[in-house]
């Protein structure tokens, strides 16, 4: 059994990992949920710039939720939360991660810093850019409103740690109020809300 140490914020993506730690039914340490986490020497220790989340696995660091979603969902292969190394449903996996953390999470963040002042003070916010995030994260969001159409999940037609990623970023586009002409992506929550280990706030 690997030793894991998580440094979590529950409203940050680490409630990704969290996630998948539960659905692998793997025990670990959980280091912060307060806002004192982010003053933490041993986070720096893991992430260069103090960010979550981060985890230590056997005691080696590693950081950015789609990677340790990924290195959990390996370390327990007989859950089959992940397909295969080199696997052409593997390539689907990383490709659906890729789209939501590049075509759909820059926009969220952007918008959310630009609105909010927990980041940037409210002087330094530039919210006309809000409009242009919106259209192109709806863009987005239809391409995957369009697959969801066609299959309950993403990859293989199951649930796999692709969804726990991907369905934090719809979650985030709820939470913003930008899933009104989605349906198939309202549905596709309602899927991954109802899994017992599910982390996302309920709507």
Partial sequence: MPSVTLFELKPTRSARVRWALQEAGLPFES?????????????????????????????????????????????????ALVAAPGSWARNLHYQWMSYALNEIDPYLHSSEINTIDFILPKEQHVPAIVAQNTMMLKRAAAVLNEVLERSDYLVDGRFSATDIVVGYTICWCEEQRWLGEFPKLVAYLERLRKRPHCTLPKH
């Fill in 31 to 79: 280091v912060g949920n307060s806002i004192e986490v982010f003053k933490s020497e041993a986070l720096r220790r893991v992430h260069p710039l103090g960010k979550l989340p981060a985890v230590l696995i056997d005691g080696k660091p590693l950081f950015e939720s789609a990677a340790i979603v990924t290195a959990i969902a390996d370390l327990v292969p007989e859950k």
